[in-house]
């Protein structure tokens, strides 16, 4: 099997589950030694008090044929994210790509509350969580990261540009979060690009989370059963999809042409071939737009 990252180090942050899981395992498969951060753990939960850890995300990132090391990292604390970074220099000497995929917000937002009404201490947050992560992160991490060229920063999000620039996503905190890490990705973009580096925003598809399949009560085996509650989630993908976007952009020597971009798990399958685990290549934000967005009835045909 072809492992173009083979001898690349890679950090992502946000790792436990979704698609920091999913971008580990396929950088992971691609070769790269794959450090895994988060707050939950064999020992110890984060308020998510869910099942997956670190720990089986790096398991996973070495049975997929590269090396996982698991890194229990509170990344709002700088003094954690700086002891990660100084362990990935003192171990490896290099950092390759850096994904901020951290997020933990799904249990803070009100989707129907205008920010009058929505719980203040929980918008506020979801803000630090899903921004001030990435910015702590990336303070820390991007000086390692630029000292060979070729470097890699993925911003993790929900939505690409053109999409949240003309729709409201739910709830003043999430609409915020997530645009705000779309323009990180177009700012890191100007900051990075003239050193050798490359920064993109990227989005997956609906994915099919661990906590997605649980709120549908299905499974990954059996995940089409949710169509009859939820029609359009025809068009969903699993966590691989966008971990196959992201080890496509690592190994891309010409990957520099799409600095500062939004780019999409689906439009990129257009751009580099890679298919999801079942082998088709589902588009799920041109589907948004022109089957769910405009009252079509559910229908993937040409779109996966």
Request: hydrophobic share 40%; proline share 5%.
């Amino acid at each position: 099997m072809s492992q173009p990252l083979k001898g690349k180090v890679a950090l992502v942050a946000g790792a436990t589950r979704g698609a920091g899981r999913g971008i580990a395992v396929e950088l992971g498969a691609a070769g790269a030694t794959v450090y895994a951060t988060g707050r939950s753990t064999r020992d110890q939960r984060s308020e998510y008090d869910r099942p997956e850890t670190i720990e089986d995300t790096a398991d996973l990132v070495t049975e997929a044929g590269g090396t996982g090391i698991a890194v229990p990292t509170d990344h709002l604390v700088p003094a954690q994210v700086r002891a990660l970074v100084d362990r990935i220099a003192d171990e490896q000497g290099r950092l390759d790509v850096l994904v901020n995929n951290i997020w933990g917000g799904e249990k803070l937002f009100e989707w129907e509350s205008p920010v009058w009404e929505h719980d203040l201490d929980n918008g506020l947050r979801l803000l630090r969580l899903a921004v001030e992560t990435h910015a702590v992160t990336s303070h820390h991490a991007l000086p390692l990261l630029l000292r060979n060229p070729g470097g890699l920063v993925v911003e993790v999000t929900d939505g690409t540009a053109e999409y949240n620039g003309t729709n409201y996503r739910a709830t003043f905190f999430y609409d915020l979060a997530k645009t705000s890490v779309l323009r990180m990705g177009f700012a890191l973009g100007q900051e990075l690009g003239p050193r050798g580096a490359t920064a993109v925003a990227l989005t997956p598809g609906w994915l099919r989370s661990e906590m997605m399949l649980e709120h549908y009560g299905v499974r990954e085996d059996n995940w089409r059963e949710a169509l009859d509650q939820v029609p359009h989630f025809a068009i969903s993908e699993t966590p691989r999809y966008v971990g196959r976007a992201v080890a496509a952009l690592a190994a891309d020597p010409d990957v520099s042409r799409f600095n500062g971009q939004s780019l999409s798990s689906g439009g990129l399958a257009q751009v580099y071939g890679y298919t999801d685990l079942d082998g088709s290549r589902p588009d799920a934000w041109r589907y948004v737009v022109e089957v769910q967005d405009a009252g079509k009835p559910a229908d993937t045909t040409g779109y996966r």
